[in-house]
């Protein structure tokens, strides 16, 4: 790691404190039974990098004997899917947790293993056909920015290719084998397409791009079930009728809410019952609609504040949950789904937490130009007044910050660091006009809500105005450098995570299906090149007075190294000291477990030194 001894000086000086409550037990997630419900399978960090496990699934009440050794996967696993004939676990893995991810087929004992595309720059994991003998996959050549949305036969190895794109993906095949659903279209401008499999002629299922695009066919496979926004304001959950001359006869809507994205949709085995996970202002509320009279009822809900994946047993007696919380890490239970049903664990860490973990509060304040935004509070327990504090600023643009397990949150609380996690404008989770508000020009305006985030703290009392500090990760590292170059004054220390610093040079050497996939969010790299480079920090990057952190995985092909480096040269030559903390095992992610407690060991020792005064000032 390039940080000549810093990460030695800190480990010393906090001596563990960042791991003091265990934050760093097992993370569990993706449950996926298999077709005859006999087997679990899931995807866990236990032997500390994220892999897949299989296991017998018990009766209810009982909780998974986990085996000794995860499937051999080649890399981090990343999502996964069981043949219907049970014969295969698909997975989508990711060497060192970077971007050119590679589709592998293991079979459930783990003595087989396939890659499907060995010579591809990259692989995507689509959907399996309804025999298994056929799986989804999409192709990346080497040096093209275009995916190829292919069936894969595994008998024979050859492939039927359904679409090209920079996210093209093979969503579903009907039953009958002669329908599929392809995905195509780049950031926000998502399209599905119904493709006749014998005669090739596609057909757009529902006018307008989307950020949200999603579907299964019914049992029948005379009904597609569409998980999407497109024309609307909320993903909802339409049903899409087939037939006639244009591939569809009928359009409506089953499951909308006027203020809540459709999070997550699940269809029982039967295809009778879905279950539906709503986003209500971050936290997630289940529940069962009954697909032939339109009934909806409430699910049991499981610890936590967010569900992040669901599926139904195999008898659909009972949902089986991937849930996590601020003080809840994230594990593995089952929700019985008849009158009495319950949740019970079923994969979960070992150690528990106790009372000294902070639950966040929802906050809403005003951008400049008066767009209502919010934002989640931690603060030490029993504290009053201003108190140092730190703005963390997510991903994507389009991801959102939701109360979640977060151990760097809970470690700078430790320490007696507030933190405040807003969700800017271009964050998801609050409705399509809100995150496509900071598209392309917009940015400049979604750069200001990062200002009036500060100002609501300070101007509450909540945030002492001499000692705050901002961050994030990958758009939010971007996010928290702009900021500091824009906003100089406002903050006292910085930490920018795999964060673009010149949009010019990340269009040059991110992957190129990255980049095709970015113009419709950032603006393209060739019409707006202007725009672009006055949005980029790196051209004023002396503004930045703040002692700056930069943290970085070598196999980051998303946001390239080379981001992170011209930042760090820079400010070295303009006689600054910025700590550079480099992951030589690491992607776009930090997914090893002893990584991501040298992470938050490093962040909180960077942020309490500069915040508490509780070390040398090196910027």
């Known amino acids: 790691m390039e940080h000549g001894g810093f990460t030695e000086r800190r480990l010393a000086r906090i001596g563990g404190t960042a791991d003091a409550h265990g934050l760093f037990t097992p993370r569990y997630g993706h449950p996926a039974p298999s077709p005859d419900g006999s087997l679990l399978a899931w995807i866990s960090d236990r032997d500390g990098r994220p892999r897949a496990w299989v296991a017998p699934l018990p009766p ?10 995860p499937l051999p996967a080649d890399g981090d696993v990343e999502t996964m899917s069981w043949s219907p004939d049970g014969y295969w676990i698909a997975c989508q893995v990711a060497p060192y947790g970077g971007e050119r991810t590679q589709v592998q087929v293991i079979s459930p004992d783990g003595g087989e293993v396939r890659d499907l595309a060995p010579g591809a720059a990259a692989a995507v994991l689509g959907v399996w056909s309804p025999t298994g003998r056929q799986l989804g996959v999409t192709i990346f050549a080497e040096g093209s920015g275009e995916g190829q949305a292919c069936l894969v036969d595994l008998r024979d190895g050859t492939s039927t290719v359904l679409a090209s794109g920079p996210a093209a993906r093979v969503c579903a095949v009907s039953g009958d084998g002669r329908r599929a659903v392809v995905r195509v279209g780049p950031r926000g401008a998502r399209r599905l397409e119904l493709v006749d499999l ?3 002629v596609r057909t757009e299922l529902l006018p307008g791009g989307a950020n949200v695009a999603d579907a299964r066919f019914g049992v029948t496979g005379r009904q597609l079930f569409v998980h999407t926004d497109a024309g609307r304001e909320r993903p909802a959950l339409l049903a899409v009728t087939l037939g006639g001359t244009s591939g569809v006869s009928t359009v409506y809507p089953i499951a909308e809410r006027p203020d809540d994205d459709l999070d997550l949709v699940a269809l029982d085995p039967a295809g009778v019952r879905a279950a539906l996970s709503w986003n209500v202002d971050g936290r997630s509320e289940v529940e069962l609609l009954d697909l032939r009279s339109g009934l909806l009822e409430p699910v049991v809900p499981v610890p936590g504040d967010v569900v992040t994946n669901f599926a139904f047993t195999r008898d659909g007696a009972a949902l089986l949950v991937a849930n996590e919380g601020p003080a809840v890490s994230p594990r593995l239970s089952r929700i019985g789904l008849d009158v009495h049903g319950v949740a019970t664990p079923l994969l979960r860490p070992a150690k528990q937490f106790g009372a000294s973990f902070v639950e966040p509060t929802l906050h809403e304040f005003r951008a400049e130009d008066g767009l209502r935004l919010s934002g989640w509070l931690l603060r030490p327990t029993g504290a009053l007044g201003p108190l140092p504090t730190l703005i963390w600023l997510h991903g994507g643009p389009e991801a959102q910050e939701r109360p979640t397990f977060q151990p760097l949150f809970q470690a700078l609380v430790a320490e007696g660091i507030a933190v405040f996690a807003p969700n800017v404008r271009g964050s998801g989770g609050y409705g399509r006009s809100f995150t496509t508000a900071d598209d392309v020009e917009r940015r400049f305006v979604a750069i200001t809500d990062v200002r009036a985030a500060v100002d609501f703290l300070v101007s509450a009392g909540l945030a002492d105005p001499a000692r705050v500090g901002v961050s994030g990760r990958s758009y939010g590292g971007y996010l928290a450098l702009v ?115 040298v992470f938050v060991r490093e962040v909180v020792g960077w942020v309490t030194g500069h915040l508490l005064g509780l070390s040398e000032q090196t910027a």
């Open 60 to 69: 209810e009440g009982a909780q998974v004997s986990e085996p000794e050794r």
């Open 483 to 597: 900021a500091l170059v824009w906003f100089p004054d406002l903050f006292a220390v910085g930490v920018d995570v795999c964060g673009i610093s010149d949009f010019a040079t990340f269009y040059e050497h991110t992957e190129p299906w990255i980049a095709s996939a970015a113009t419709t969010k950032y603006g393209d790299p060739h019409t707006d090149a202007a725009l672009l480079r006055e949005l980029s920090p790196m051209h004023r990057i002396d503004r930045i007075t703040a002692p700056l952190l930069v943290v970085h995985g070598a196999h980051d092909t998303n946001v390239p190294l080379e981001e992170a480096r011209q930042v760090v040269d820079a400010l070295r030559e303009r006689g600054a000291s910025p700590g550079f903390l480099l992951f030589e095992d690491e992607g776009h992610e930090v997914h090893g477990t002893d990584n991501r407690a």
């Open 198 to 200: 014998r005669s090739g």
